[in-house]
């Protein structure tokens, strides 16, 4: 697994094992976003309706997987991470879900899915998108697997009342704004709010004429 990306919002590669899990500090990593990552809120803006089909970005240990599957009703959870150790741990944590076919994990990231265009009504990714890459080609590849109508759901730390982890890594306003300006640039309706220890932005693929 490539351990040294570069990120498109920080400074220098990126080799924190909480970005890359790999390897006895990668798992402890993925342990502990499952712990301390409390995803409820992000339920809240998604708006999944029963049967609809979601993709998550960055899944981890698998967290939010579990609370899709659980509470949503969603038809099926189709999730991309680069790390193979995560895949693992994610399927451990969601073994009944992925026995029962509603839901896949694969290794992939923002900008490569592996997805077939329109192919979800949703895409999420929590506490991802400062480590991509390259963020245009994410958000490309995002706009290009959901379908026209559905949303895609972008957060990062920060929020109206982050912890001590959440203030340290939240973004300055002007990467933020970055993320505002490419999303507008691709989708309709982009809202940006703040959950209590998230930084969310909500935008809607444009519907064809007459659709």
């Known amino acids: 697994m490539e351990t040294n990306r570069r990120s498109w919002a920080l400074a220098g590669p990126v080799t924190s094992p909480f970005a890359h899990p790999g390897g006895v500090l990668g798992r402890l990593a993925g342990r502990f976003m499952l712990w301390t990552n409390a995803q409820s809120d992000i339920l809240g803006v998604l708006r999944v309706r029963p049967g609809e089909r979601v993709l ?18 969603a038809g099926h959870i189709h999730g991309v991470d680069p790390s193979p150790e995560m895949r693992d741990a994610a399927a451990r944590h ?13 290794t992939g990231t923002a900008e490569d899915t592996g997805l077939p265009g329109e192919a979800v009504d949703h895409v999420v990714s929590v506490n991802t998108v400062a480590i991509w890459p390259d963020l245009e080609a994410g958000l490309r590849e995002l706009h290009r697997v959901v379908r026209p109508g559905g949303a895609v759901v972008i957060a990062w730390h920060g929020g109206t009342s982050p912890g001590r982890i959440a203030r340290k890594l939240r973004l300055p306003e002007d990467r933020l704004a970055r993320i505002e300006s490419a999303l507008t640039s691709l989708f309709t309706g982009v809202e940006r709010r703040r959950l209590r220890n998230l930084d969310v932005f909500r935008a809607v693929r444009r519907t064809r004429p007459g659709g």
């Open 56 to 73: 998550e970005v960055g899944y981890g240990p698998g967290a939010l997987v579990r609370l899709l599957a659980a509470r949503t009703g």
């Open 94 to 106: 969601n073994r009944g879900a992925v026995r029962a076919g509603r839901v896949t994990l694969e």
